[in-house]
């Protein structure tokens, strides 16, 4: 029987069951939390050329592990559909209408902006969505106040919607000079696009974001233009995968900033979904070492294809004021997430000097690393590790086996080849990928201006573990944090994440000029739009957390800074707000201006916080001393040394339990070494914290 998905202004208030899903490069991760708090965990490879249909097999398995009495469920989602979209290029035929004159505006960047330490350079980099054959110049002007220079030329916006209707283009971008302060004219050329072309979506600038970067504006609105077909079907597929089942089904979607947003408006935004995966993980880790004890943590989310870092400060992972996926701006604050492309299914390979280097290509799941027998050849990561005795000799409580004879025959070629020692070799792969994620986090922590002694290591992700504690040693880190299921890092966050919406305004004023009554009507507008998009998800007044804030910079310079806001604005709060802005820069770049400096007010920010039920964590008993339930040979780089370890399940570790290294904790989803010179505890809540 095929059931109706529930609609989603009452799923948050009567979702019975939470079915917690994230697509990863190699995995795709399942957590099922039905009423009385039992986790369920499915761990599948990702080994399909269509995810949506990978996904969709992933969800209908674990919905039937419930029944139609558990139901209505709200299935919550992170996936990589997005940047994967931008990366490859993926992407259906999309138009650009843009003023005239401004046809060449993807090819421009950011003011004295020629990189993006999050995520690569700005310039040019949409530009091959849509290339200028497919841009359209249209008549009429908007003046940076928000007044009309120039009428809007109909026939023009008629001729480009003739032109793409004869292209056959179905997705369409309007981007006009200055529509964040008046929108009227990007309005009316949508009415005239819907008028000539059935069946198109046409995606307005000011309706993505209403903040006056043209440039970063334009690319935004064409990348989600781009987007939109792509995330349609997805999204399509997998609520037809769900109503095979007996259980009604409604879908909220992890964005970047860490908020969960609702099926429809990640329709509409496809591009705020990006890096919904990693983002979902910090938020999981930052709810989790609130229960810790630990504010201040680093997050390191080792998978097969990337390793992905957060900070985390007062149990609050750390914002970016814009992001960047495939080099396209999003102009919305997102997780500040950096990622290394190094991961378990990682190549290992020979630079042209000669010089041993892993990564950045992964094998992912298909083919594989050389020891899952899946048609891979080349030495990885895993291969490395298995040869070792780090791991054992299956994945996943047997699904998937390993073999350590192909893992060494790659191994082996890998050292052969140049004429090296193949235990050197394996020990060097493993040093290189160690010491290429401690560099990210220096890199990182040094860009932030902090020190890593502030800091504990929480370590996840299926590769995570078996490295953690060599991270922490280069670091010179004592202490270590592994989660009780570090594999399901995101599919745990997502279970702890929120309901989020936020809308932004452009002001561009000096303070010295600004009207607080006209800066408190605008905030009241925003506040009322969000407010009511979380009403609309089921959310009540009581559950809801409005936070406004504004954003400043020194004139001439591009860096802004985001200050929050009191209540009710005036003169005074205004005044506590640049002051503010001042010392935060100070902080942040080690310098200020004098406060007579002219400060401007770039940007309004209205974001609501929908309050979601979380999980409780469980209590694991106490008990006395655990067993091993093998012992096998295993060598240790962190030391050097080569041993008979003791390997111990690790579900049956009872808190308090202490193990002295060396040791090796195998479970369902990871596996954790404990090198000689470390011990292991485990805590109440399952954590294990690895100190030296």
Same mark, same amino acid.
């Given at each position: 029987?095929?059931?109706?998905?529930?609609?989603?202004?009452?799923?948050?208030?009567?979702?019975?069951?939470?079915?917690? $899903?994230?697509?990863?490069?190699?995995?795709?991760?399942?957590?099922?939390?039905?009423?009385?708090?039992?986790?369920?965990?499915?761990?599948?490879? @990702? #080994?399909?050329? =269509?995810?949506?249909?990978?996904?969709?097999?992933?969800?209908?398995?674990?919905?039937?592990?419930?029944?139609?009495?558990?139901? !209505?469920?709200?299935?919550?989602?992170?996936?990589?559909?997005?940047?994967?979209?931008?990366? %490859?290029?993926?992407?259906?035929? $999309?138009?650009?209408?843009?003023? &005239?004159?401004?046809?060449?505006?993807?090819?421009? @960047?950011?003011?004295?902006?020629?990189?993006?330490?999050?995520?690569?350079?700005?310039?040019?980099?949409?530009?091959?969505?849509?290339?200028?054959?497919?841009?359209?110049?249209?008549?009429? &002007?908007?003046?940076?106040?928000?007044?009309?220079?120039?009428?809007?030329?109909?026939?023009?916006?008629?001729?480009?919607?003739?032109?793409?209707?004869?292209?056959?283009?179905?997705?369409?971008?309007?981007?006009?000079?200055?529509?964040?302060?008046?929108?009227?004219?990007?309005?009316?050329?949508?009415?005239?696009?819907?008028?000539?072309?059935?069946?198109?979506?046409?995606?307005?600038?000011?309706?993505?974001?209403?903040?006056?970067?043209?440039?970063? &504006?334009?690319?935004?609105? $064409?990348? @989600?233009?781009?987007?939109?077909? #792509?995330?349609?079907?997805?999204?399509?597929?997998?609520?037809?995968?769900?109503?095979?089942?007996?259980?009604?089904?409604?879908?909220?979607?992890?964005?970047?900033?860490?908020?969960?947003?609702?099926?429809?408006?990640?329709?509409?935004?496809?591009?705020?979904?990006?890096?919904?995966?990693?983002?979902?993980?910090?938020?999981?880790?930052?709810?989790?070492?609130?229960?810790?004890?630990?504010?201040?943590?680093?997050?390191?989310?080792?998978?097969?294809?990337?390793?992905?870092?957060?900070?985390?400060?007062?149990?609050?992972?750390?914002?970016?004021?814009?992001?960047?996926?495939? /080099?396209?701006?999003?102009?919305?604050?997102?997780? =500040?997430?950096?990622?290394?492309?190094?991961?378990?299914?990682? #190549?290992?390979?020979?630079?042209?000097?000669?010089?041993?280097?892993?990564?950045?290509?992964?094998?992912?799941?298909?083919?594989?690393?050389?020891?899952?027998?899946?048609?891979?050849? %080349?030495?990885?990561?895993?291969?490395?590790?298995?040869?070792?005795?780090?791991?054992?000799?299956?994945?996943?409580?047997?699904?998937?086996?390993?073999?350590?004879?192909?893992?060494?025959?790659?191994?082996?070629?890998?050292?052969?080849?140049?004429?090296?020692?193949?235990?050197?070799?394996?020990?060097?792969?493993?040093?290189?990928?160690?010491?290429?994620?401690?560099?990210?986090?220096?890199?990182?922590?040094?860009?932030?201006?902090?020190? $890593?002694?502030?800091?504990?290591?929480?370590?996840?992700?299926?590769?995570?573990?078996?490295?953690?504690?060599?991270?922490?040693?280069?670091?010179?880190?004592?202490?270590?944090?592994?989660?009780?299921?570090?594999?399901?890092?995101?599919?745990?966050?997502?279970?702890?994440?929120?309901?989020?919406?936020?809308?932004?305004?452009?002001?561009? %004023?000096?303070?010295?000029?600004?009207?607080?009554?006209?800066?408190?009507?605008?905030?009241?507008?925003?506040?009322?739009?969000?407010?009511?998009?979380?009403?609309?998800?089921?959310?009540?007044?009581?559950?809801?957390?409005?936070?406004?804030?504004?954003?400043?910079?020194?004139?001439?310079?591009?860096?802004?800074?985001?200050?929050?806001?009191?209540?009710?604005?005036?003169?005074?709060?205004?005044? =506590?707000?640049?002051?503010?802005?001042?010392?935060?820069?100070?902080?942040?770049?080690?310098?200020?201006?004098?406060?007579?400096?002219?400060?401007?007010?770039? @940007?309004?920010?209205?974001?609501?916080?929908?309050?979601?039920?979380?999980?409780?964590?469980?209590?694991?008993?106490?008990? /006395?001393?655990?067993?091993?339930?093998?012992?096998?040979?295993?060598?240790?780089?962190?030391?050097? %040394?080569?041993?008979?370890? !003791?390997?111990?399940?690790?579900?049956?570790?009872?808190?308090?339990?202490?193990?002295?290294?060396?040791?090796?904790?195998?479970?369902?989803?990871?596996?954790?070494?404990?090198?000689?010179?470390?011990?292991?505890?485990?805590?109440?809540?399952?954590?294990?914290?690895?100190?030296?």
């Amino acid at each position: 029987m095929l059931m109706p998905a529930v609609p989603e202004a009452t799923v948050l208030a009567t979702a019975h069951l939470k079915v917690a $899903v994230d697509v990863g490069g190699t995995f795709v991760d399942v957590l099922l939390l039905d009423d009385s708090e039992t986790l369920s965990a499915i761990k599948v490879p @990702n #080994v399909g050329n =269509d995810i949506a249909e990978t996904v969709g097999a992933v969800l209908r398995l674990a919905l039937s592990r419930a029944s139609a009495t558990d139901g !209505p469920a709200i299935v919550l989602h992170s996936t990589t559909l997005a940047t994967n979209a931008l990366l %490859e290029g993926r992407l259906p035929p $999309v138009g650009l209408i843009v003023t &005239r004159g401004f046809r060449g505006i993807l090819g421009v @960047n950011r003011r004295g902006l020629a990189s993006n330490e999050r995520g690569g350079t700005f310039a040019g980099a949409i530009a091959p969505v849509v290339p200028l054959e497919m841009v359209c110049e249209i008549g009429g &002007r908007i003046a940076a106040d928000g007044s009309v220079i120039a009428g809007l030329d109909e026939e023009s916006v008629t001729a480009a919607a003739q032109d793409y209707r004869a292209k056959g283009v179905r997705s369409i971008a309007v981007s006009l000079l200055h529509s964040y302060k008046n929108p009227e004219h990007e309005r009316r050329v949508r009415e005239i696009i819907l008028r000539e072309i059935d069946e198109v979506e046409v995606i307005l600038s000011s309706e993505v974001n209403r903040r006056a970067s043209e440039h970063a &504006r334009t690319a935004s609105t $064409v990348a @989600n233009a781009a987007l939109i077909p #792509v995330m349609g079907d997805y999204l399509d597929s997998l609520a037809h995968a769900a109503s095979k089942t007996d259980i009604q089904t409604s879908f909220l979607v992890m964005q970047g900033n860490g908020g969960l947003t609702s099926e429809s408006s990640a329709r509409g935004r496809p591009l705020d979904t990006a890096i919904s995966g990693p983002s979902a993980a910090a938020i999981g880790m930052a709810w989790l070492a609130k229960y810790a004890g630990y504010p201040n943590l680093i997050t390191v989310d080792m998978g097969g294809t990337s390793t992905d870092i957060c900070c985390i400060a007062k149990y609050e992972p750390e914002h970016a004021d814009y992001g960047s996926v495939a /080099g396209c701006p999003t102009l919305r604050p997102v997780i =500040d997430i950096t990622s290394t492309a190094v991961g378990g299914g990682s #190549v290992a390979w020979w630079s042209p000097e000669g010089r041993l280097s892993v990564g950045p290509r992964s094998l992912g799941a298909v083919p594989g690393p050389a020891c899952y027998g899946r048609g891979g050849s %080349e030495a990885t990561v895993t291969d490395a590790q298995l040869a070792l005795g780090r791991l054992p000799n299956h994945l996943l409580g047997g699904a998937i086996p390993l073999d350590e004879k192909a893992a060494q025959q790659a191994l082996e070629r890998l050292a052969h080849s140049r004429g090296r020692d193949s235990r050197r070799v394996i020990e060097g792969i493993i040093e290189m990928t160690s010491l290429l994620i401690s560099g990210t986090i220096r890199r990182k922590l040094a860009l932030m201006g902090r020190e $890593v002694g502030e800091y504990a290591l929480v370590v996840l992700g299926g590769a995570g573990p078996l490295h953690a504690a060599y991270i922490a040693d280069l670091l010179n880190i004592d202490t270590v944090l592994i989660p009780p299921r570090p594999g399901f890092g995101a599919a745990f966050g997502l279970l702890a994440g929120n309901f989020e919406s936020g809308v932004t305004q452009s002001v561009m %004023e000096m303070t010295d000029k600004v009207d607080p009554a006209a800066i408190e009507r605008a905030l009241r507008e925003l506040h009322t739009r969000v407010s009511g998009e979380l009403e609309r998800q089921g959310i009540l007044p009581g559950q809801q957390r409005i936070r406004r804030s504004a954003a400043f910079h020194y004139l001439d310079v591009s860096s802004e800074i985001e200050i929050p806001l009191s209540e009710h604005i005036t003169h005074a709060h205004l005044d =506590d707000a640049v002051a503010l802005f001042h010392k935060r820069f100070r902080t942040k770049f080690g310098y200020s201006r004098d406060s007579d400096a002219g400060v401007e007010l770039t @940007n309004l920010c209205v974001s609501g916080i929908g309050q979601i039920d979380k999980p409780r964590p469980k209590t694991i008993e106490p008990g /006395g001393q655990a067993s091993p339930t093998q012992w096998r040979k295993v060598h240790f780089v962190e030391t050097g %040394e080569t041993c008979s370890c !003791p390997i111990y399940r690790r579900e049956r570790i009872r808190a308090g339990v202490e193990l002295a290294g060396p040791a090796i904790l195998e479970q369902y989803d990871a596996t954790v070494v404990i090198p000689p010179q470390w011990r292991a505890i485990t805590d109440k809540l399952g954590i294990l914290t690895l100190e030296r």
